[in-house]
């Protein structure tokens, strides 16, 4: 059984920055695959950004949304992933999630295509106040 626990959340104003943390325990053999996703009040849930681990090493997407000011990392040990978030927006406010997929293949993790991960966290919120 994995888990998938995120902290780092909180209330900022537009411009300030926040760092999100997601903790990942339990058997994440062959998982290559990780993901931010935030989903706002009355929208839809949506890529935030994600990490493909293949042979090569880690590859990083991003939504157009945030590209230049977040960044996405793991760690080694792939059993932390991070979201750096910078120059804050108040249209960045919602609830953030991380989610893990495993076999998926490196364009079906940079689309960021939901369905296809199979564990998720329980979120953390991010409110920017402008």
């Known amino acids: 059984q994995v888990q998938l626990v995120e902290s780092g959340g909180g209330s900022v104003q537009a411009g300030g920055s926040l760092r999100l943390s997601c903790v990942v325990s339990?058997?994440?053999?062959?998982?290559?695959?990780m993901a931010w996703f935030r989903q706002a009040p009355g929208k839809e849930r949506e890529g935030v950004a994600t990490i493909y681990t293949g042979t090569t090493g880690d590859s990083l997407y991003y939504a157009d949304s945030v590209k230049g000011r977040f960044t996405v990392a793991q760690d080694n040990g792939k059993k932390t992933m991070y979201l750096q978030m910078n120059s804050l927006k108040p249209e960045d406010s919602a609830m953030y999630f991380c989610?893990?997929?495993?076999?998926?293949?490196?364009?079906?993790?940079?689309?960021?295509?939901?369905?296809?991960?199979?564990?998720w966290g329980q979120g953390t919120q991010v409110t920017v106040s402008s």
């Open positions: 989610a893990a997929a495993w076999f998926v293949r490196g364009d079906y993790c940079a689309t960021m295509q939901q369905w296809r991960f199979g564990a």
């Open positions: 339990g058997n994440t053999y062959d998982r290559n695959c």
